[in-house]
């Protein structure tokens, strides 16, 4: 299969450029590519490989050893010294998302483990991963238990495989690169922060752009080889590109200067830990290695750090990640002024743009011909002969793609780029890449606007679109589904899972998957005898083996159901309503579950969210929600039980929890409380589990939600009992804490 050339992707400079970064320094750790469907983020990660160096290894190991430093914990070693070696095409490995965890770490043969004491390994894809590139897409939606095991992977540089007292271990060290819609989610955020660096991407709203991506995808489609041909001298340029830098990373030096603006912009930014001085500190020193030079410079700091640092300063899933340029000037400039005498910058003036936007994205050759991203092709036109547009060879008809904000905005979102000071050739002497568009010319998205997240309210994130925020210190009770489920695994409710603890055993319906010892021996015992088996190793037969049933929690589907009438409509008590459900929607992140949000008023309720695992665009929902008119109850039940009736065809091991939150009233159309407890009926029909959340304030007090509780089979729970702030409320933490797993049966 031919893969798109990674020169022809169009824009998109600050995902090339950090995609690159990583390929001159694999030890930066990583990318993350957030961004809308249909942006061409899998296109771009899938034709990075085909731009790394050959990897050597030694002749025939599995595991993919270093000839010059083979693993000496290597399953198919040792490898004696002077062993055979050879060389292969650096490999990318796709992690699929419902990949099963002995796929990715390996498997072993448990009968030849156990019968023979062989240790018959299978390799997984981490091993086929090692010293290339391990590609996750829609990274966001992987299950808890291997982004785990990703976790272990990256942070040891090596895979462990333990299963019943047999143990492998074997070397690990891979680029992950990550690519996610955030409309579907968000990363848990020990697996955000191990990505080196994160980039925004969007598609550009310039037509002209738009044109000259859809010509290009059609050419590809018609003729893939020959496509794939026309590119290939630019793709070869940026491999040599590649090369080159990583030669001379070893000689690019960090200057005390360098390395105080670094620590300078990281506090200013308030990131946690030390892993985001360190990452910036080796993304500066390849950007130097990637522009030629031999010490790093101020330039390479400030795009550093707009790569590393705006996944890292996110404190809750409202954040949105972001930089806010304005203050990393600053920072850059503090730390120049606190320390006036340092080395300058002694490289001197160059045309390379503000970026030192020489190598590969300088724009431009000496011919004045475009690059691959300006036309392909050294007429200037489109690489299969199609004029990109009017204007100068390499430009479509808004200007130089990927370089000036105004003429591709998709690298950040759509938000404007800065525009280069100059994208001309930077001379015969320096090491330039192939020519075109720059590649570090994107910006990244500034900080969201707005109200400051701890005051709760509602602020607009870099995209603009308004969004609520919940107000500090909130924090929501624990509320669990009944009984023990069998659905997705996750942090909230009772489920067998494949991971937890061990509660019995059971004959495997298909594959084993974790296999219990004990009842193994137990069934395979009785028959040594008629097996023949007088001493050495117990015999076993397919049939003895016996899988563990374990217990853990699962994810559920949280579904709200808000009303939004009149009898809510007082702004202080809506304000209330909506800081607790953003406090449960904060929990329901940090438990793994998708959400959806159903509102009802007027006349109808509205499914304002589909179920969906992005917190961010629930909030997003409730900072646009109405208020206002009569209260049509049994329409927002009756919604919330059509919407449970989608969900279970499409995902019918989660369970549902519904949240309806009310004060129990019903004032629209005929009969409104006699329909509603009709309403209330179906919807406990459906079999979901239920929690009436009481908003009823005042001295007078009617406890409709009381009986609407009833109606449900459903426990009743007052507002500032299900999400209340633990330093006003001591008691209802204390009970809280006290029984941290009580179900809502």
């Known amino acids: 299969m031919t893969t798109y050339p990674f020169s022809a992707v169009l824009g998109m400079a600050d995902m090339r450029l950090a995609l690159l970064l990583n390929a001159v320094s694999p030890a930066i750790g990583g990318v993350l590519v957030r961004g809308e469907k249909g942006t061409a983020k899998s296109t771009a990660v899938r034709a990075l490989a085909a731009l790394l160096p050959p990897v050597p290894r030694v002749e025939g190991c599995r595991f993919g050893c270093d000839p010059a430093e083979p693993d000496p914990a290597c399953p198919d070693g040792p490898h004696p010294a002077g062993a055979p070696a050879e060389t292969r095409p650096a490999r ?19 009968e030849k483990a156990l019968g023979e004491g062989v240790r018959a390994f299978e390799p997984g894809l981490l091993a086929a991963a090692h010293r290339g590139v391990l590609y996750v897409d829609e990274v966001n939606l992987l299950h808890d238990h291997l982004v785990d095991l990703l976790l272990d992977a990256a942070a040891m540089g090596r895979s462990h495989v333990e299963r019943e007292g047999v143990s492998v271990s074997h070397a690990a060290r891979f680029l992950l690169v990550g690519t996610m819609n955030p409309e579907e989610g968000e990363l848990r955020p020990q697996l955000l922060d191990r990505f080196g660096l994160t980039v925004e991407v969007g598609a550009s709203r310039d037509p002209a752009i738009r044109v000259e991506v859809v010509r290009r995808r059609l050419a590809a489609d018609a003729d893939p080889t020959g496509f794939a041909a026309r590119w290939a001298d630019a793709d070869a340029e940026i491999a040599s590109q590649v090369a080159a830098a990583r030669r001379r990373l070893p000689g690019v030096r960090l200057p005390d200067a360098a390395l105080r603006q670094i620590a300078e912009v990281c506090a200013a930014f308030d990131v946690d830990g030390m892993r985001a001085d360190i990452v910036t500190a080796r993304t500066a020193l390849a950007h130097a290695a990637w522009h030629g030079r031999d010490r790093v410079t101020i330039d390479d700091v400030r795009v550093a750090a707009r790569l590393a640092l705006p996944h890292r300063r996110r404190r809750d899933p409202f954040d949105t990640p972001g930089l806010d340029e304005k203050l990393l000037d600053e920072a850059l400039q503090r730390a120049q002024d606190a320390h006036p005498d340092d080395e300058p910058d002694d490289d001197g003036p160059d045309d390379r743009g503000p970026d030192g936007g020489g190598g590969p994205q300088g724009g431009g050759d000496p011919d004045g011909n475009g690059g691959p991203d ?103 009770r624990l509320l669990t589904a009944p009984g023990v489920g069998d659905g997705v695994p996750g942090r909230r409710s009772r489920a067998r899972t494949g991971r937890g603890r061990t509660t019995g055993a059971r004959v495997p319906a298909g594959r084993v998957g974790a296999l219990h010892l004990p009842a193994t021996v137990r069934a395979a015992a009785p028959h040594q005898a008629a097996r023949g088996r007088l001493t050495g190793p117990l015999r076993l037969r397919p049939d003895d083996v016996r899988e563990a049933v ?18 809510m409509g007082a702004r202080q008590r809506m304000t209330a309503v909506k800081d607790a459900v953003l406090a449960l929607l904060t929990d329901a992140y940090q438990r793994r579950d998708k959400v959806a949000v159903i509102a009802f008023r007027d006349a109808g309720a509205r499914t304002l969210l589909p179920a969906t695992s992005s917190v961010l665009a629930a909030s997003t929902r409730l900072a646009e929600l109405p208020t206002g008119g009569r209260t049509p109850l049994a329409e927002g039940l009756l919604a919330a039980a059509d919407l449970l009736r989608v969900e279970r065809l499409r995902d019918p091991k989660r369970r549902p929890l519904v949240l309806v939150v009310t004060d129990g009233r019903a004032t629209a159309g005929r009969r409104p409380l006699d329909r509603a407890a009709g309403a209330a009926a179906v919807l406990a029909a459906t079999g979901a589990a239920c929690v009436v959340v009481d908003c009823e304030s005042g001295p007078v007090r009617l406890n409709l939600a009381n009986r609407l509780a009833l109606q449900l089979h459903a426990p009743h729970r007052r507002l500032d009992d299900v999400a209340a702030n633990p330093l006003r409320h001591p008691q209802a933490s204390a009970r809280t804490a006290s029984t941290p797993d009580r179900s809502v049966a």
């Open 92 to 110: 990318l490995v796709e992690l699929p998302v419902g990949a099963a965890e002995d796929r990715v770490v390996g498997s072993l043969d448990l």
């Open 550 to 567: 374990r217990e853990g929690r699962e994810g559920n589907l949280v579904l709200f159901v808000v009303d939004a009438s009149g009898s």
């Open 374 to 476: 300006g036309d392909g092709g050294p007429d200037g036109r489109g690489p299969d002969g199609a004029d990109p547009g009017p204007g100068r060879a390499g430009q479509t008809a808004a200007g130089d793609t990927g370089l000036d904000g105004r003429a591709d905005q998709g690298s950040d979102g759509g938000r404007p780029q800065r525009a280069s000071d100059d994208d001309g050739w930077s001379g015969p002497d320096q090491d330039n890449g192939p020519r075109g568009d720059r590649i570090d010319g994107g910006g990244v998205a500034s900080e969201a606007a707005g109200d400051d997240p701890g005051r709760g309210g509602a602020h607009a994130p870099a995209g603009g679109q308004p969004m609520a925020v919940p107000r500090g210190g909130l924090k929501a």
